[in-house]
């Protein structure tokens, strides 16, 4: 199947329709650019040379992409517009001596899979013409050339809308944008293919025709999954494309033992991975590099970019970036991790904690209203409710050390540089300047002193005092 053969993808278009500072094809769908997605697709077709076509805001698509795809070359279009102009360019690029099979793809059209792809290359091979065009007989043909077909049903050329009749605009077969062309084909009817039509442009969709003309022969592959060939031309298209491929995606994790309650709101990108028994909960998104192991569950209510959540911990109703959470360890609910937090296994992470380049060791926990940032704790600590560590003075960020088994008071706040030694303590209130050695209680708030009487002498008339006096008088 590998055979002999070129990709090229088009992605020079400034995409007017999306209204938008950013060039078309970088809109993301599943933590991909829209041509990502066609590059990712193409670079498991396995093709001697893969062409992305460039020029409209070139450098940042170029930027956006390079690193990704590394065997990716980028070629620019220069100043005559239209499809046909674009796959020239990109032939002219190939080695004179290419002779093989050239599929052109859209950079707008995500939804081509690599089976789709396959059996579209291999029909195009089996049927032995020179040129195969990708179909689909749609309900509302609108914006897309239509095929049209001679007498005997073969494929005549394709119509651009703009240039249609209206005998051919009622056509509903259309041209999905998807190509296959022998080199030799390109080389020769490129060169032909005028401007003299409704846009001005070069169209790709003139070679058909051309072909014809010759008497040569121009086969049609159609496509019974029509989603497959739809294209992003605006920002509705845009969620619609975005939401079929999340579709997508769950349900492949669905088939390899995952259990997504509500599909709907389930949005996992196409990077991340989900091992079998892992449980998602509604409106909970997976996104980026996210690696999540058995047993775990997620959501409700839950972002997770970057994370790696360990065998059988729960997070619920948790925004986190760039976390490790352990084994069995439990985060949430209303909690923020932010990058650099490393949970334990057996560790908790509670209600409204915000952490942040936080190691927490095996078992220990940080169960409520804490902020945990720069700091190292060991293994069996707890932290009181609303331990904080000031980390910051103004100027520069600094660590906090916590040994194992330390368990700090209530509303500690650790100013940091300091050192809390193995199994210290902190009483409730403590504002802990100086390194506590191991095994010792830090006290810092003074002793409390009780002025009997106050309230009924002070306040008298008031419901305090009314009640002081009744419980006073009781005993
Ligand atoms: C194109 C087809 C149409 C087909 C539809 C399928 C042509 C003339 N028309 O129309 O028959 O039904 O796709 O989705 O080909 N591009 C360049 N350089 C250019 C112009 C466009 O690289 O000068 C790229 C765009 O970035 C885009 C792709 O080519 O990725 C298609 O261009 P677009 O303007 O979206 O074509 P459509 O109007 O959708
Ligand atoms: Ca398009």
Known sequence: MTGNLAIIILAAGQGTRMKSRLPKVL?????????????????????????????????????????????AVFIDQDDVPGTGRAVQVAVEALPADFDGDVL????????????????????????????????????????????????????????????????EAAVREINAGMYVFRAATLRTYLPQVGVENAQGEMYLTDVPGLLRRDG???????????????????????????????????????LEGVTVIDPATTWID?????????????????????SISAGATIGPDTT?????????????RTDA???????????????????????????KIGAY???????????????????VGDATIGRGVNLGASTITANYDDVNKHRTEIGDEVHTGSHTVLVAPVRLGAGAKTGAGAVVRKDVPAGALAMTVAPQRNIEG???????????????????SAE
Not at 37 to 65: C, G, M, Y
Not at 357 to 371: C, D, Q, R, T
Request: charged share 25%.
């Open 321 to 347: 970036t760039l976390a490790v959470i352990g084994a069995e360890a439990t985060v949430g609910p209303f909690s923020f991790l932010r990058p650099g937090t490393v949970l334990g296994a057996k560790g």
């Open 104 to 167: 052109v793809l859209s950079g707008d059209c995500p939804l081509a899979d690599v089976d789709t792809l396959s059996a579209f290359l291999g029909e195009h091979r089996a049927s032995g013409a020179p040129a195969t065009l990708m179909t689909a007989v749609v309900d509302d043909p609108r914006g897309y050339g239509r095929v049209i077909r001679d007498a005997d049903g073969g494929v005549d050329r394709i119509v651009e809308q703009k240039d249609a009749t209206d005998d």
């Open 353 to 371: 904690v915000e952490t942040k380049n936080a190691e927490i060791g095996e078992g220990s926990k940080v169960p409520h209203l804490s902020y």
């Open 304 to 316: 997770l970019v970057d994370c790696e959540v360990g065998e059988d911990a729960t997070v619920r």
């Open 270 to 290: 196409d990077d991340a991975t989900l091992a079998p028994d892992v449980t998602i909960l509604p409106n909970t998104q997976i996104l980026r590099a996210t």
């Open 454 to 472: 106050w309230v009924e002498k002070n306040r008298a008339g008031t419901g305090a005092a009314d009640a002081a006096s009744r419980e006073n």
């Open 27 to 71: 809109h993301p769908i599943g933590g991909r650019p829209l041509v990502g997605h066609v590059l990712t697709t193409a670079t498991r077709l396995a093709a001697q040379h893969i062409e992305v076509v460039v020029r409209h805001e070139r450098d940042q698509v170029v930027a956006a992409l390079t690193a990704d795809y590394p065997d």
């Open 216 to 254: 040569d022969r121009v086969a049609a592959s159609i496509v019974s999954d029509v989603t497959v060939t739809y294209g992003v031309n605006d920002r509705a298209q845009l969620a619609l494309v975005g939401r079929l491929l999340n579709q997508r995606i769950v349900r492949r994790w669905q």
